[in-house]
């Protein structure tokens, strides 16, 4: 899959009056042959190989289920799948980005999973809390996690060799320290070769790199469904980094997540932020890497998580929703949860999966260590999309040199405005 943060929206609201009007009655009717199911997701990689495999599992398991799936775009799903789900021509189950899902979870186009969860037979009791809490709006689930992995830092281990330093510092100062000692400026023109890490200030990895460091310095964007983005504790973060990155050099400015891959992947930074995806970013490049926790900030250690949500959709048909719950529980029994793990190189989804299950992925078994301090991504906020666009203004705009107080106050305005608009 692509990490790319996804704003195709427009479609939701004049769709919304005609799916308000799509009834939960069902046909009941009985056929002769299996409840055909369609599954729109937007893994193209190995991952979709994986999942493709459980899916071809699951229609070989039993035969009163068949499930087809229909690969796109994540953006084309996002814009199409409103109107589709409108004249009732939609897919029976669909996997979103985090930052989309609870759009579509506030117009009720996703059938809820309450009564799914509290079943002990659909093998959901031990879903990883974090990654059920993103599927939760308004008080009650409509999807299970379908990726929830925490950002880490990958670091060049022959850049840290060759500076003396053996492992990722385990708080901010150290980590600044050390970053200033993995900068590389070998003709002094102020432009170094090699900058310490690469900290994108905009369009970030997941969205997640400055939630992560607000979060470590005890700050956060939404709490409680009130906008707290201007606080002190935002302005130190940002103050913080500012400095180190603009007065000590150690990463350059202007870079979003998909530029700061590059600046990796070509040995012009020594640490970036990534996730599972980097492992194959830093092989093909040649780096020897490793895999660290995000180090904690003068508050806390966090790390932002990036996810995905399978929803089964309400178009009216009782006898597809029952059966696309039956999909469900399969896809987290404990051969597939552990299966999709190694697949795709994200943590497990259930508590339940032993460590010596996915041992064998050596990025699933690193990144599945720092899941107790990973949180959700503005769990439950509809309009999500609009307020990463104020938090990337802000820091971008922070990391630029505008005053830090008078952005905090604009971008607190403009997430307030996101909130009241839900």
């Given at each position: 899959?692509?990490?790319?943060?996804?704003?195709?929206?427009?479609?939701?609201?004049?769709?919304?009056?005609?799916?308000?009007?799509?009834?939960?009655?069902?046909?009941?009717?009985?056929?002769?042959?299996?409840?055909?199911?369609?599954?729109?997701?937007?893994?193209?990689?190995?991952?979709?190989?994986?999942?493709?495999?459980?899916?071809?599992?699951?229609?070989?398991?039993?035969?009163?289920?068949?499930?087809?799936?229909?690969?796109?775009?994540?953006?084309?799903?996002?814009?199409?799948?409103?109107?589709?789900?409108?004249?009732?021509?939609?897919?029976?189950?669909?996997?979103?980005?985090?930052?989309?899902?609870?759009?579509?979870?506030?117009?009720?186009?996703?059938?809820?999973?309450?009564?799914?969860?509290?079943?002990?037979?659909?093998?959901?009791?031990?879903?990883?809390?974090?990654?059920?809490?993103?599927?939760?709006?308004?008080?009650?689930?409509?999807?299970?996690?379908?990726?929830?992995?925490?950002?880490?830092?990958?670091?060049?281990?022959?850049?840290?060799?060759?500076?003396?330093?053996?492992?990722?510092?385990?708080?901010?100062?150290?980590?600044?320290?050390?970053?200033?000692?993995?900068?590389?400026?070998?003709?002094?023109?102020?432009?170094?070769?090699?900058?310490?890490?690469?900290?994108?200030?905009?369009?970030?990895?997941?969205?997640?790199?400055?939630?992560?460091?607000?979060?470590?310095?005890?700050?956060?964007?939404?709490?409680?469904?009130?906008?707290?983005?201007?606080?002190?504790?935002?302005?130190d973060t940002l103050a913080f980094w500012y400095d180190a990155i603009v007065n000590d050099k150690i990463s350059p400015i202007g870079v979003d997540g998909i530029e700061a891959d590059s600046v990796f992947s070509s040995g012009k930074a020594a640490m970036t932020f990534g996730?599972?995806?980097?492992?194959?970013?830093?092989?093909?490049?040649?780096?020897?890497?490793?895999?660290?926790?995000?180090?904690?900030?003068?508050?806390?250690?966090?790390?932002?998580?990036?996810?995905?949500?399978?929803?089964?959709?309400?178009?009216?048909?009782?006898?597809?929703?029952a059966a696309a719950q039956k999909f469900l529980a399969y896809f987290l029994n404990d051969d597939n949860a552990a299966a999709w793990s190694l697949g795709s190189g994200w943590p497990p989804l259930r508590t339940g999966v032993p460590a010596e299950a996915v041992a064998e992925n050596a990025t699933v078994a690193t990144?599945?260590?720092?899941?107790?301090?990973?949180?959700?991504?503005?769990?439950?906020?509809?309009?999500?999309?609009?307020?990463?666009?104020?938090?990337?203004?802000?820091?971008?705009?922070?990391?630029?040199?505008?005053?830090?107080?008078?952005?905090?106050?604009?971008?607190?305005?403009?997430?307030?405005?996101?909130?009241?608009?839900?």
């Amino acid at each position: 899959m692509t990490r790319t943060s996804l704003v195709g929206v427009g479609a939701i609201a004049a769709a919304a009056l005609v799916l308000s009007g799509c009834s939960a009655g069902g046909d009941d009717t009985p056929s002769d042959g299996p409840v055909e199911l369609v599954f729109w997701h937007g893994y193209t990689e190995a991952d979709g190989d994986v999942l493709e495999g459980i899916v071809d599992s699951f229609n070989d398991s039993q035969d009163e289920v068949h499930v087809s799936t229909e690969v796109n775009t994540w953006a084309t799903i996002n814009d199409t799948l409103l109107p589709a789900l409108s004249s009732k021509t939609g897919p029976d189950l669909v996997a979103l980005p985090a930052e989309n899902f609870p759009v579509y979870a506030a117009k009720k186009a996703f059938v809820s999973l309450d009564d799914f969860y509290a079943d002990a037979a659909n093998n959901a009791s031990d879903v990883v809390e974090g990654g059920k809490a993103m599927t939760i709006v308004d008080g009650t689930s409509y999807g299970i996690p379908l990726g929830f992995v925490p950002l880490a830092i990958y670091y060049d281990k022959a850049a840290f060799a060759e500076a003396g330093i053996t492992e990722v510092p385990a708080d901010w100062d150290a980590w600044v320290e050390a970053a200033k000692a993995l900068t590389v400026d070998e003709n002094g023109d102020g432009t170094p070769e090699r900058y310490g890490i690469v900290l994108p200030d905009h369009a970030t990895v997941g969205n997640g790199v400055w939630p992560s460091l607000f979060y470590g310095g005890g700050g956060d964007l939404v709490s409680d469904g009130e906008a707290v983005i201007d606080s002190s504790e935002n302005a130190d973060t940002l103050a913080f980094w500012y400095d180190a990155i603009v007065n000590d050099k150690i990463s350059p400015i202007g870079v979003d997540g998909i530029e700061a891959d590059s600046v990796f992947s070509s040995g012009k930074a020594a640490m970036t932020f990534g996730g599972p995806w980097m492992t194959f970013i830093a092989a093909d490049a040649g780096i020897d890497y490793g895999i660290a926790p995000i180090p904690a900030g003068p508050d806390t250690q966090a790390a932002s998580a990036i996810g995905l949500t399978l929803s089964v959709t309400d178009q009216g048909d009782d006898a597809k929703i029952a059966a696309a719950q039956k999909f469900l529980a399969y896809f987290l029994n404990d051969d597939n949860a552990a299966a999709w793990s190694l697949g795709s190189g994200w943590p497990p989804l259930r508590t339940g999966v032993p460590a010596e299950a996915v041992a064998e992925n050596a990025t699933v078994a690193t990144l599945s260590q720092f899941t107790s301090f990973t949180r959700p991504l503005l769990p439950g906020v509809v309009n999500s999309v609009d307020v990463l666009s104020a938090l990337d203004e802000l820091t971008q705009r922070a990391m630029a040199g505008d005053d830090i107080d008078t952005l905090l106050a604009e971008a607190q305005s403009k997430v307030e405005a996101a909130l009241a608009d839900q």
